[in-house]
């Protein structure tokens, strides 16, 4: 069983920066896709960015490209969300996301991914 643990919410004003981390319990975290999510109370959860196991691939919402940016560091289990220039509408939980088997799912698709951590609250005020 893999655990993620995120870490780094929290309240910034708009224009400002966070650094998002989710920490994987697992030694096997290197040879995972990742994803990072959001949600809205009331709404489902959202793609933000992903990143393959080797770090060489990323993809990003149209929403946060230019903005966002996801790496990851397998030597410490770790994945990341620099989040730059940020606006109310950024405003929502994040998840990190784990696909342990690949499977033939859009990484847009929350489907996709295996494990996922318990979020932490990002709020964005004007």
């Not at 990072?36 to 990003?60: M, N």
């Not at 030597?75 to 088997?101: G, R």
Request: aromatic share 12%; glycine share 10%; charged share 20%.
């Amino acid at each position: 069983q893999v655990q993620l643990v995120e870490s780094g919410g929290g309240l910034v004003q708009a224009g400002g920066s966070l650094r998002l981390s989710c920490a994987a319990s697992e030694r096997t975290f290197s040879s995972y896709a990742m994803g990072w999510f959001r949600q809205d109370p009331g709404k489902e959860r959202e793609f933000v960015a992903a990143i393959s196991w080797s770090g060489g691939r990323t993809y990003y919402a149209d929403s946060v490209k230019g903005r966002f940016t996801i790496s990851r560091d397998n030597a410490k289990n770790t994945v990341y969300l620099q989040m730059n220039s940020l606006e109310p509408e950024d405003t929502a939980v994040y998840y990190c996301a784990a696909e342990s088997v690949p499977r033939g799912v859009s990484h847009t698709q929350p489907v996709k991914y295996d494990y996922w951590g318990q979020g932490t609250q990002v709020t964005v005020s004007s």
